[in-house]
């Protein structure tokens, strides 16, 4: 087993195990546990009571963070030539069709989200095999095959994301960085977690947010009081 740094006994010293935060105190607190020499990414994991395996207790969803990832979000926008100028105004980071589908075929993935029509949809089925394993598949569910291309790049960019429970039953999610002030950080955590209870499945039986738990890259876990959200 490998040891501890002394930068990782301290954080660990500082978090009480035997303790549930408030989501107020360990939005504070991640700042406080985390010391690496990069900003750090802050993430969030809740475990739900649902069976995923059950296609009526599937929770999947978006949400845009009033903060934004903190993320330079690569997009892609597979678009017909008419819709090209739209997403490049909007801000995506690559536009055009043929010749990134062929990118992929050739198994470039170097993007973050990928954004497209209706009418291109057919054309990335035979990428499927590529796309999804690396979550980037576009699907109208997240707002991410759309005739309004700049208004989906704007979103993404301004912070939006997607989310789908694991076979585990956990969500997880990153909601911005160590760089954010501790309001910023509980906003964005408080937003996925409230979008979270507003999607509860009815066939959902039991306790629903079971455990949730904030941490930054390097740092400890933080667990948080799941009946105070």
Same mark, same amino acid.
């Given at each position: 087993? /490998?040891?501890?740094?002394? #930068? @990782?006994?301290?954080?660990?010293?500082?978090?009480?195990?035997?303790?549930?935060?408030?989501?107020?105190?360990?939005? =504070?607190?991640?700042?406080? +546990? *985390? *010391?690496?020499?990069? &900003?750090?990414?802050?993430?969030? =994991?809740?475990?739900?009571?649902?069976? %995923?395996?059950?296609?009526? @207790?599937? +929770?999947?969803?978006?949400? !845009?963070? %009033?903060?934004?990832?903190?993320? &330079?979000?690569?997009?892609? /926008?597979?678009? !017909? %030539?008419?819709?090209? /100028?739209? /997403?490049?105004? =909007?801000?995506?980071?690559? +536009?055009?069709?043929?010749?990134?589908? @062929?990118?992929? #075929?050739?198994?470039? !993935?170097? +993007? &973050?989200?990928?954004?497209?029509?209706? *009418?291109?949809?057919?054309?990335?089925?035979?990428?499927?095999?590529?796309l999804g394993p690396r979550g980037l598949m576009p699907n109208p569910k997240t707002g991410t095959v759309t005739m309004d291309v700049a208004k989906a790049v704007a979103e993404v960019k301004a912070g939006k994301i997607d989310f789908k429970v694991d076979k585990t039953g956990i969500v997880h999610a990153g909601i911005g960085k160590v760089s954010f002030g501790a309001e910023q950080i509980f906003d964005n955590a408080h937003e996925i977690i409230q979008t979270l209870i507003k999607l509860k499945p009815t066939a959902a039986k039991g306790v629903y947010i079971k455990s949730i738990y904030l941490t930054s890259t390097m740092s400890p876990a933080i667990a948080l009081d799941p009946k105070a959200v």
């Open positions: 087993m /490998a040891k501890l740094t002394k #930068k @990782q006994k301290e954080a660990n010293s500082k978090i009480d195990k035997n303790k549930f935060y408030s989501l107020k105190d360990a939005a =504070a607190l991640i700042k406080e +546990v *985390s *010391s690496a020499k990069f &900003d750090e990414s802050v993430d969030i =994991a809740v475990r739900l009571g649902v069976d %995923p395996r059950k296609a009526n @207790q599937m +929770v999947r969803g978006v949400v !845009t963070l %009033p903060h934004g990832t903190g993320k &330079d979000v690569k997009v892609l /926008a597979l678009v !017909t %030539p008419d819709k090209e /100028a739209e /997403a490049k105004e =909007a801000g995506a980071d690559y +536009v055009g069709l043929d010749e990134y589908l @062929q990118k992929i #075929k050739d198994g470039w !993935t170097d +993007v &973050d989200v990928i954004i497209t029509m209706p *009418s291109v949809m057919g054309k990335l089925g035979p990428l499927g095999r590529i």
